[in-house]
Nanobody, 121 residues
């Protein structure tokens, strides 16, 4: 089983920056990609950014130009650097990983518990 633990959420003023981190642990044979999704109250969960094992990045429209995702493959961690934050970025941010816990297992989608990001003055 793969466990994802997020950190780095909190309260930040509009225009500020915040970095989220996620560490994967447990039984991990391989990770295909890791990334971040977010869900605001009353809205559906949406893609923020993902990064593949090969380093390819995909950003949601709201993150393009402001957020940067990076990954340490050796440590199975992923970070999300968020700049120029806006009130509409307020949401619970969830770490996501597509991983194989054992050699013979299929790939599974795993989720963290989520970390709250609030952008407010």
């Amino acid at each position: 089983q793969v466990r994802l633990v997020e950190s780095g959420g909190g309260l930040v003023q509009p225009g500020g920056s915040l970095t989220l981190s996620c560490a994967a642990s447990g039984s991990i044979f391989s990770i295909n990609y890791m990334g971040w999704y977010r869900q605001a109250p009353g809205k559906e969960r949406e893609l923020v950014a993902i990064i593949t094992n090969g380093g390819s990045r995909n950003y949601g429209d709201s993150a393009k130009g402001r957020f940067t995702i990076s990954r340490d493959g050796a440590e199975n961690t992923v970070q999300l650097q968020m700049n120029s934050l806006k009130p509409e970025d307020t949401a619970v941010y969830y770490c996501n990983a597509n991983a194989k816990p054992y050699y013979i297992s299929p790939m599974y989608n795993y989720w963290g518990q989520g970390t709250q990001v609030t952008v407010s003055s």
